[in-house]
């Protein structure tokens, strides 16, 4: 097989739509290995809030970019992108078919089509937005990215500081929108690619991140969450599954409020995951439970796509 008939099958969704588990079985049966785009998955003090694959799991098939980086570390989807290719270069050396799974869209688009260079804003005005948000609040800061650019507002994962000043540095030095800048020229990839989505009724999946979230706390989120107290000034952790507990912690919050809290943003999370996939005309939709009919798909598109 020529090195542009190397195949890689991206499954992506939303979270608790079942994503892993298909992965692992994909990966199995084209006995393959798997790259994480979880950006949450990359650090390896984070695992309960991030619904992490166990042990179990990690045995079944090869894993790759799982407790790969600290919270300390500055990892960002540009060199995510950068390190996602090396790695994919590797395993092609071997493998005809690689698995890459995960919901965090900038990461998997990173890897599909590429990373835009977008202009860089002045340190003042960084420095600025930084202390916005230290003395306004995120709530502040994602309304002004909505009234500026409605398009990424409706997708973004809202929660996460470093997104929302980045798109507003752009807004704001620009006078354009954030979201005009992205996917500008697809890179061209030395291999193909099968999309494949998992999606389900929307209730079943609000129902499916309840009982997740439920699990989490039994397994012990608060107390891995207390653990990295001193660190919730890091990016890393200003994310849905932490910055709830945190407030819990900083006595902000009851511990039954932070969960109810921690089910809403999650559900509203997924809500995003599935507006920006799909807005991705090139991916195959699936319910969670039709692995075999994925496989057969997968198959099929195998032989079609290496005549």
Known sequence: ???????????????AIGKTALAIEVARYFNT??????SRQFFKEMSIGTAKPNPQELAQAKHHFIDSHSIKDDFSVGNFEKQAIACLGKIFENHDVTVMVGGSGLYVNAVLYGFDELPKASDALRAQLNERLKTEGIELLQEELKNLD?????????????RIIRALEVCLS????FSSFRNKQHKERDFDIILIGLNTDRELLYSRINQRVDLMIKDGLVEEVRALQAYQHLNALKTVGYSEIFRHLNKEWTLSEAIEKLKQNTRNFAKRQITWFKKNEGIIWFEPTETQQIIDFIKEKLITTTK
């Open 174 to 177: 620009t006078g354009k929108t």
């Open 1 to 15: 097989m020529s090195q542009k008939q190397k195949i890689l099958i991206a499954i992506a969704g939303p979270t």
């Open 33 to 38: 290995e798997i790259i994480s785009a979880d």
């Open 150 to 162: 409605p398009d990424y507002y409706a997708e973004v994962d809202v929660y996460n500081p470093q």
